[in-house]
C-alpha cells in the first residue's frame, strides 16, 4: 500500500469513529448541565451550553456530510479534515471554559467532576488523535494547560499546587500514551502495509505459476503427441524392415534345406539375426519412451476392479514365452487361481516390464510369476516375480528404480542386456504410484532377484470373464489357411504377403476400407460358404481418410457372418486406450514394431483359440 493510500485510509478512519466521539461529548455536557445547573448563573451556564452544542451541531452535520458521500474524491476528504480538525481543537476548549467558569461552585464533588471530565477527552483522544502527533499536542494542551494554570492560581486551596502537580505528571504520561499508541499504530500500518504487499506479490506469482502450468502442461500435451505422431511414422519402417528380413531368414532357411548351407548363407542369417535384434531394441525405446512421458503427462487413468490372475498370466505367457523358450529358460505361473482388486492394464503393464527384464537379465534356469496371499494379511495379495538372473548389489538397488540407470554386474553384460534407456523400472515404479501399490525388491548377485507387488484381494468374480482356449504354441501350421490383410502402408503390407506366404498362408491383402469393399462385393457369392471364409484378419489400426482397422474388422465379419472371424489389429502409437476396444470388439492387439516371432506367436494363439 502506498503513502497516499494510508492517509487516505487513515482519513476515512477519522470519520468513521466520529459517532463515539460525539456520544462521550455529549454525556460530558450532561453532566456539566446536571451538575452546575442549581450552582452557576443561567445566564452563564446557558452561554456555556449554546457554545458547546453549537459545536457539537456542526460536527454532527461534518459526519452526516461524510455519510452522504462516503466515497468522495482524495482532494475533498482532505479539505474536509483541516475543518474537521478546527471543530475538535474548539470543542476541546469547551472543557477548560467550564472549568474557569464553573471553578469554586459547589463542593469537593463539584471540582473533581470538573476535573474528571476534562481529562477523560484528554485519555478519549488518545485513540482519535494519537497518530496526528501535532494535532493531538494541540487538542491536550488546550485542555489541560487551562486547567493546571486555574487549579495552581486557586490560593484558596492549602493543597492546590501539589493537585496541579499531580495534574502535569497526567499531562506528561498522556502525552507518553500516544507516543506509544502512535508508535504502535505505525508498526500494525506498516505490518498491513507489508502483508498486502506480500498479498499482491503473491496474486502475481499465483497469476505467473498459473501461466507457467498452463505452458508445461501445453507443452507435455505437444510433447506426447509429437510423440505419439513422430512414434507411429518411426515404427512404419521398423516394422516392415523386421518383416523382410524374417521373410529373408525364411527364404534363406529353405535355400540351404535343398543344398549345403555355404558361408554366404551362414552370413546372410547373420545378418538377418542382427536387422531383428536391432528392431527388437528399437521398439523396447519406443515402447518405454511413450510409456514415460504418457505417465508423466498424466496420460494413464487408473480403473479398479476385480481382475482375474489367470486371464493375466494368460496374456503374460502369449507374449513372453517365445522369448523364454529361445532362451532355453523356463517360464512358469503360479497362483493363477486368485481374483485381485486393481487395474488390470497398469497390472499387466508392470508385469510385463518386470517379466522382460527377468528374462533379459536370465541366461539360464527360469522365470517364475506367481500370485499368492501376504503372511499375516489375508486382504492383500503378493504379486511377485522371480528370477535366476545377475542379480544386484545394495548399491544398484537403491537407484534401480531411477530414470536411465542400468545394473552394472561384475561381469560384462551380453549385447541383449545392454539394450534399452534404463526406463523400464522407472516406470514401474510410477505405474506402481499410481496404483498405490507398494512395490519391493529382494536381490543377491549372481542368485537373481524377486520384484514383490502388493495389491488388494477381491472378493468377487469380474462381471464376465472371455473365454479362451490353451494356447498351441508356434506350431501351429499356417499351410493352406487363408489370411486377409487391410494395412494402408505399402512396404510393411508387402512385407506382410511375403512373411505370411514364406510360412504357408493364403494371403488376401488391401491397402484401405474402399479396396476391402471391391473384394468382398466381387466375392459376394462366397460369403454363403462357411468353407470360403479366411482363418484370421490382420489389419492396421490407422488406414486412409480417418477410416480405422476396426471398420475393416465390421466388414469382414459381418461379410462372413456364419463364424466369428479371429483377428490380430496391429497399432503405431500405444497411446489411444486401445486395450478398452480390444476387449469390446474381441481382436488382440500389436504395437508396432512388430518382431516376426511375436507375429508368429499371435498367430498361432488365434487359429489355435478359434471356434
Not at 529373408?248 to 551362414?266: E, G, I
Not at 503405431?572 to 512388430?594: A, C, N, R, T, Y
Request: net charge positive.
Amino acid at each position: 500500500m502506498s503513502r497516499g493510500a494510508a492517509h487516505v485510509d487513515g482519513l476515512r478512519a477519522l470519520f468513521e469513529q466520529s459517532p463515539a466521539s460525539l456520544g462521550g461529548n455529549a454525556i460530558g455536557l450532561l453532566l456539566i448541565g446536571l451538575a452546575f445547573a442549581p450552582l452557576a448563573p443561567r445566564t452563564t451556564l446557558g452561554a456555556w451550553l449554546l457554545v458547546a452544542l453549537t459545536l457539537w451541531s456542526l460536527r454532527l452535520l461534518h459526519y452526516l456530510r461524510y455519510r452522504i458521500a462516503p466515497d468522495s474524491p482524495d482532494e475533498r476528504l482532505a479539505a474536509w479534515r483541516n475543518s474537521w480538525r478546527a471543530l475538535v481543537l474548539l470543542q476541546g476548549a469547551v472543557w477548560p471554559l467550564a472549568v474557569w467558569l464553573f471553578w469554586g461552585l459547589g463542593g469537593e464533588f463539584h471540582t473533581v467532576t470538573l476535573i474528571l471530565v476534562a481529562y477523560t477527552y484528554c485519555l478519549a483522544s488518545v485513540q482519535l488523535l494519537a497518530p496526528q502527533r501535532r494535532l493531538f499536542i494541540a487538542f491536550t494542551s488546550v485542555v489541560l494547560v487551562p486547567l493546571i494554570v486555574r487549579v495552581a492560581s486557586d490560593t484558596s486551596q492549602a493543597w492546590h499546587w501539589q493537585l496541579a502537580g499531580v495534574l502535569c505528571l497526567l499531562f506528561a504520561v498522556t502525552m507518553m500514551m500516544g507516543r506509544s499508541y502512535r508508535g504502535a499504530l505505525a508498526q500494525a500500518i506498516g505490518l498491513k502495509q507489508r502483508t498486502d504487499q506480500l498479498a499482491a506479490q503473491l496474486r502475481v506469482e499465483k497469476a505467473a505459476a498459473d501461466e507457467a502450468r498452463g505452458a508445461a502442461e501445453a507443452a507435455n500435451r505437444a510433447k506426447t503427441q509429437f510423440f505419439a505422431a513422430a512414434s507411429h511414422d518411426l515404427r512404419q519402417p521398423l516394422h516392415a524392415m523386421g518383416l523382410f528380413a524374417e521373410a529373408l531368414r525364411q527364404k534363406s532357411a529353405k535355400a540351404a534345406a535343398s543344398a549345403t548351407r555355404s558361408a554366404a548363407d551362414l552370413e546372410v542369417a547373420s545378418l538377418v539375426n542382427s536387422i531383428n535384434q536391432s528392431v527388437d531394441a528399437l521398439e523396447g525405446l519406443f515402447g518405454e519412451l511413450l510409456d514415460i512421458t504418457r505417465i508423466d503427462s498424466g496420460g494413464v487413468e487408473v480403473s479398479l476392479a476385480p481382475v482375474t490372475v489367470k486371464e493375466l498370466f494368460a496374456r503374460l505367457r502369449l507374449t513372453f514365452e517365445p522369448a523364454a523358450f529361445e532362451k532355453g529358460l523356463a517360464l512358469r505361473f503360479r497362483g493363477a487361481d486368485r481374483v485381485l482388486h486393481s487395474d488390470s492394464l497398469v497390472v499387466e503393464r508392470i508385469l510385463r516390464n518386470l517379466v522382460s527384464n527377468a528374462i533379459r537379465y536370465s541366461d539360464d534356469g527360469g522365470v517364475l510369476v506367481a500370485c499368492r496371499r501376504k503372511p499375516g494379511d489375508p486382504g492383500k495379495l503378493w504379486l511377485q516375480v522371480w528370477d535366476s538372473g545377475i542379480g544386484m548389489t545394495p548399491a544398484s538397488q537403491a537407484r534401480i528404480f531411477d530414470e536411465f540407470y542400468q545394473v552394472q554386474p561384475n561381469r560384462p553384460l551380453e549385447a541383449h542386456q545392454r539394450k534399452g534407456l534404463g526406463l523400464g523400472l522407472a516406470i514401474v515404479k510410477r505405474l506402481a504410484q499410481l496404483l498405490d501399490a507398494p512395490l519391493t525388491l529382494r536381490s543377491q548377485p549372481g542368485h537373481g532377484s524377486v520384484f514383490t507387488l502388493e495389491v488388494a484381494a477381491s472378493t468377487r468374480m469380474p462381471d464376465s470373464l472371455p473365454t479362451t482356449r490353451a494356447q498351441q504354441g508356434l506350431g501351429v501350421s499356417l499351410q493352406g489357411r487363408r489370411i486377409v490383410v487391410v494395412e494402408d502402408d505399402e512396404a510393411v503390407r508387402e512385407g506382410l504377403c511375403v512373411l505370411l506366404q514364406a510360412w504357408g498362408a493364403e494371403v488376401d491383402a488391401h491397402g484401405d476400407i474402399a479396396g476391402l469393399q471391391r473384394a468382398l462385393r466381387a466375392h459376394e457369392g462366397a460369403a454363403q460358404r462357411a468353407d470360403g471364409a479366411p482363418d484370421l484378419a490382420i489389419v492396421d489400426y490407422r488406414l486412409p481418410e480417418g477410416h480405422t482397422g476396426l471398420e475393416a474388422l465390421a466388414l469382414l465379419r459381418a461379410h462372413w457372418h456364419p463364424t466369428r472371424l479371429p483377428a490380430v489389429v496391429i497399432t503405431g502409437s500405444s497411446l489411444g486406450g486401445h486395450e478398452e476396444e480390444s476387449v469390446q470388439h474381441d481382436f488382440h492387439l500389436l504395437v508396432k514394431p512388430v518382431l516376426p516371432n511375436k507375429l508368429r506367436a499371435m498367430i498361432g494363439f488365434k487359429l489355435g483359440s478359434r471356434a
